[in-house]
């Protein structure tokens, strides 16, 4: 059997955790999804994090969604100079799927032990008109704005990417948190990196290319 020589590789996948609106959630993941309010709140947002909503239509908690379309609709009957769509990353953790109106669990969930309820797309629910996907999350820790999906112009929208930039934790030496200081990519358990066997590079398997820079 002939020897391999492995000088690097380039990988192709989903960074962001996209997962369309149609699409089942699987309980334990992250995902892209997206929160709309005013510019003031968002800034409040972004500086001091979410908090929870006393009520709604699946109780107390976090209301976003993975459809942009729906969180562009928010705030209810604010002019669009007030419109800001947040880009998050939001671990879901445990997800209770709400797929009926008056469902036994639709605002009890949390204290069924789950930490996300999702309503799917066109499930038919009245209290969902537009049919589009929502999902309530209990805990606000779970979620971290990432960017800005929509702003009213471009003065605002550079505010608040400066704003976001500012408020993220400075990256460390260390992936002990679960963030790889190579790939970048959150993972839990933390994962090891590694010196390339060929050139002495710092790598590890996850990130998407390495090319060896002794061959």
Known sequence: MSSIQFFGWEAFYDEDRHLQANQEA???????????TSVQQARQIITNGFKQSVDGMLGPGVYVSRDQKKAERYPLRSQPTDRIVL??????????????????????????????AWVPPN???KAVPSGLEEDCVFDPKR?????????????????????????????????????????????????????????????????????????
């Open 26 to 36: 699987k309980s334990g993941s992250h995902y892209t999804m997206y929160h709309g």
């Open 87 to 116: 880009k998050l990353s939001v671990d879901c953790g445990k997800i209770k799927r709400i797929d009926k109106d008056n469902h036994p669990m639709q605002k009890t969930w949390n204290s069924q032990g789950y930490d996300t």
């Open 123 to 125: 499930c038919g629910m």
């Open 143 to 215: 979620i971290k704005v990432t960017d800005i999906a929509l702003a009213p112009n471009m003065t605002i929208l550079t505010e608040l990417k400066q704003l976001i930039a500012q408020n993220q934790k400075a990256p460390t030496n260390s992936n002990t948190s679960g963030t790889c200081t190579v790939c970048k990519l959150k993972v839990d358990p933390a994962h090891t990196v590694q010196l390339c066997w060929g050139c002495g590079e710092t790598i590890c398997t996850l990130m998407i290319k390495h090319k060896c820079n002794r061959y």
